[in-house]
């Protein structure tokens, strides 16, 4: 299995920061790379796939990039509904898995 | 605009199935255009891949749980199926459906791009 694994787990910012969450593969999986925000009781919502490529009506303040192993999500100024867990997850392979999450709380 | 409802009950005793269903609208079980997957969520933990099927009936599962999961459709009720044997309570846990985004001659896209709003499911004598 391809494991996925995200830094920082948990961090504060505060409203108008720059954010960055970092996914790490432990093997390349070029650009099949999925980027998801979950709030509490909610479903997780797509936001990037492979790697870039930001989901309709996801805001421009989100972007992701990288390829092979690591990648990026950053939110280039943080709202109030920002607030949330992120997880990574790749479509390379079978079995598809997910990053432990990073969560964004208020500072 | 796609929408997925999980529904199924919320308590099962340990060693029993736990089955779920997972409602359609918006879209057909039956086109080829998509395939549909289970994950799951335990309380304040990570995302957990089950497994997915395909509008000709194939499924891939996931390894860990291979030997316990089955996913089927229901072509007739526009629905998706989970059975999941033998449970305990490592087991309790939200149950998502999720659709992919589109599948073309070249690919899949869009992993998980639509889901339910989950289900909880607690493993419990």
């Known amino acids: 299995d391809i494991q996925m694994t995200q830094s920082p787990s948990s961090l504060s910012a505060s409203v108008g920061d720059r954010v960055t969450l970092t996914c790490r593969a432990s093997?390349?999986?070029?650009?099949?790379l999925n980027w998801f925000q979950q709030k509490p009781g909610k479903a997780p919502k797509l936001l990037i796939y492979?790697?870039?490529t930001l989901e309709s009506g996801v805001p421009s303040r989100f972007s992701g990039s990288g390829s092979g192993t690591d990648f990026t999500l950053t939110i280039s100024s943080l709202q109030p509904e920002d607030f949330a867990t992120y997880y990574c997850?790749?479509?390379?392979?079978?079995?598809?898995?997910f990053g432990g999450g990073s969560k964004v709380e208020i500072k | 605009q796609v929408q997925l409802q999980e529904s199924g009950p919320g308590l099962v005793k340990p060693s029993q199935t736990l089955s779920l269903t997972c409602t359609v609208s918006?879209?057909?079980?039956?086109?080829?255009?998509?395939?549909w997957s289970w994950i799951r969520q335990p309380a304040g933990k990570g995302l957990e891949w089950i497994g997915r099927?395909?509008?000709?009936?194939?499924?891939h599962y996931n390894p860990s749980l291979k030997s316990r999961v089955t996913i089927s459709a229901d072509t007739s009720k526009n629905q998706i199926s989970l059975k999941l044997s033998a449970v305990t309570a490592a087991d309790t846990a939200v149950y998502y459906c999720?659709?992919?985004?589109?599948?073309?001659?070249?690919?899949?896209?869009?992993?998980?791009?639509?889901w339910g709003q989950g289900t909880l499911v607690t493993v419990s004598s």
């Open positions: 492979v790697a870039s």
């Open positions: 997850q790749q479509s390379h392979s079978l079995p598809l898995t």
């Open positions: 093997q390349t999986i070029s650009s099949s």
């Open positions: 999720a659709r992919v985004g589109y599948c073309t001659g070249s690919g899949c896209h869009k992993e998980f791009a639509y």
């Open positions: 918006g879209g057909s079980v039956s086109s080829d255009t998509y395939y």
């Open positions: 099927i395909y509008a000709s009936g194939s499924t």
